[in-house]
């Protein structure tokens, strides 16, 4: 017998029942319900219920609180769409081929270091995320392979750079089964523009997580709840043509900086024993 399983089970039943009770739910609007868990079911929408409904987001936490410090950058959820073996740079590297693309240019930095401090030389920053206007290279035939996708080694003390365009926000769940329970319940599925992260050394599990582009409109009612307060990037528009001349650029732009924090594997072991 597994009594964890069990335990949950009894509690999820449970709870069910009091709402059947407080609402006196119906075997019409009973039958409907199990319909639509069937529909997702067959539409492979089970991964977006679970975020629309704020799971993934509790479970990633729950999962990462033992292990995280004050000082470490907060998880956050992977989410569907990372590839791995996205091309490798050393230092510094530009999210997409060529001079540039539609949108804002944003140029960000940091440095990636464990919780006490030491820089984190040849750690690996793995950066995913949408174009300007929302889309993912794999959902998008416009898009070259690997697009927005790049893993950047930092250099001796932890340093990375990179050039990108500042992402669009973006719908989830467009016309599934899921869309429709959001628009019955007079909810949008809108995630605000972010760009995705994982942050490893040789010996650990990657640190995954988001950086929410600050000011995006949807920032306070991300439609997964993933946004936290320490996972905003404040961005800075550059249009003084001084600055702009430094940087080699003829129109405005936007520059970042954001310092991840990571922890040694045996600090993670440690707190988990
Ligand atoms: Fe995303």
Redesign the pocket.
């Known amino acids: 017998m597994d009594a964890r399983l069990s335990a949950i089970v009894s509690k999820l039943v449970y709870q069910v029942q009091e709402t059947i009770d407080e609402f006196n739910i119906t075997e019409e609007e009973w039958m409907e319900a199990i319909h639509f868990m069937t529909n997702v079911g067959k539409n492979d929408e089970y991964h977006l219920l679970s975020d629309v409904l704020g799971f993934s987001v509790k479970v990633n936490e729950k999962t990462h609180a033992n292990s995280k410090n004050n000082v470490a950058t907060d998880h956050s959820v992977e989410?569907p769409?990372y590839r791995d073996n996205a091309p490798v740079h050393h230092c510094e590297a530009s999210m997409f081929e060529g001079e540039e693309e539609p949108g804002d240019v944003l140029f960000l930095s940091g440095q990636v270091t464990y919780s006490d401090g030491t820089p984190v030389p040849k750690a690996i920053v793995d950066v995913w995320?949408?174009n300007a206007e929302g889309d993912?290279e794999n959902e998008d035939p416009k898009q070259a392979d690997y697009n927005y996708r790049r893993k950047i080694e930092t250099d001796n003390n932890g340093h990375y750079k990179l050039k990108t365009m500042v992402p669009g926000p973006y719908r989830i769940s467009k016309s599934g089964y899921v869309g429709q329970l959001l628009q019955k319940m007079g909810r949008h599925d809108w995630?605000p523009a972010?760009i995705?992260f994982k942050i490893s050394d040789d010996f650990q599990e990657p640190l995954t997580t988001?950086l929410f582009i600050e000011n995006d409109p949807w920032i306070d009612s991300d439609a997964i709840g993933a946004v936290k307060d320490s996972l905003i990037l404040r961005t800075k528009k550059i249009d003084d043509p001084n600055e702009m001349n430094q940087y080699e650029m003829d129109k405005p732009f936007y520059v970042a900086e954001y310092n991840f924090v990571i922890e040694k594997a045996e600090e993670r072991t440690n707190q988990i024993n």
Do not use: N, V
Request: proline share 0%; aromatic share 12%; hydrophobic share 20%.
């Open positions: 989410g769409l995320q949408s993912y995630r972010h995705h988001m």
